[in-house]
């Protein structure tokens, strides 16, 4: 199994809303990640988890707050959201960080805040 | 400031010819650089990496060079296909983290 599911694959919410994105993988991999990317724009870093832990915040907003409940599952809680956090989000994986080798990305979440 | 720029926001080339990317860095000093492809509305996905002692990597189609001194990576595409077309992006490690080029979007046409 060489995938990265990411749920779900678009959500609408309010500015008020709070929703969360979820992402799960089975390689076995102990670093995960949280990308951001605008349209016609590159993958901005926004976490890093290593062997469960935060090991990198990019300077994230606390309305993003990342969760790794364990070495599969990575949640993004999303909390007063703004118009231009408006973006396609996603999740990657990879064997570690040190030398992470590829990462393995998932489709993403379309995520449009009205 | 560091900096990871893709030359060509888009390249347009005839089907059968080689696609040639180019990948300029500055004030980084990778371990590694990688290349994905990314088609419109999906994640990438993972093409080709070379490491700093590498100069040049292979896979099929695609060719990678990666030159230290100059801090530019070329990746080569032959004989492309009008199903190459996507958003090529490449990437260099910083401190435990992949950072992402600008990308170059590739049109290849019949």
């Known amino acids: 199994d060489t995938e990265v599911t990411q749920t779900p694959k678009h959500l609408v919410m309010g500015m008020t809303n709070k929703k969360s994105l979820k992402c799960e993988q089975h390689?076995?991999?102990?670093?995960m990640y949280w990308y951001k990317q605008k349209a016609k724009k590159p993958p901005e870093l926004m976490f890093v988890y290593s062997y469960e832990k935060l090991s990198i915040n990019e300077s994230v907003p606390s309305r993003f707050s990342p969760e790794c409940p364990n070495s599969s599952l990575l949640n993004l809680h999303l909390h007063a959201l703004q118009p231009e956090d408006s973006a396609l989000y996603l999740c990657?994986?990879?064997?570690?960080?040190?030398?992470?080798?590829?990462?393995?990305f998932g489709e993403g979440s379309r995520l449009t805040v009205l | 400031s560091q900096k990871i720029e893709q030359n060509s926001e888009a390249l347009n080339i005839q089907e059968g010819k080689t696609a040639t990317l180019t990948c300029n860095y500055t004030n980084y000093s990778p371990a590694y650089l990688q290349w994905y492809r990314q088609d419109p509305g999906r994640g990438p996905v993972f093409l080709l990496l070379i490491r700093e002692n590498e100069k040049e990597k292979r896979k099929e189609r695609l060719k990678v060079t990666f030159d230290t001194t100059l801090k530019q990576s070329l990746f080569h595409i032959t004989a492309s296909q009008p199903a190459d077309s996507a958003t090529y992006l490449c990437a260099l490690d910083g401190a435990d983290k992949l950072i992402f080029g600008t990308g170059t979007r590739l049109q290849v046409f019949p």
């Open positions: 390689m076995g991999h102990r670093a």
């Open positions: 990657a994986s990879s064997r570690n960080t040190g030398d992470p080798g590829e990462l393995f």
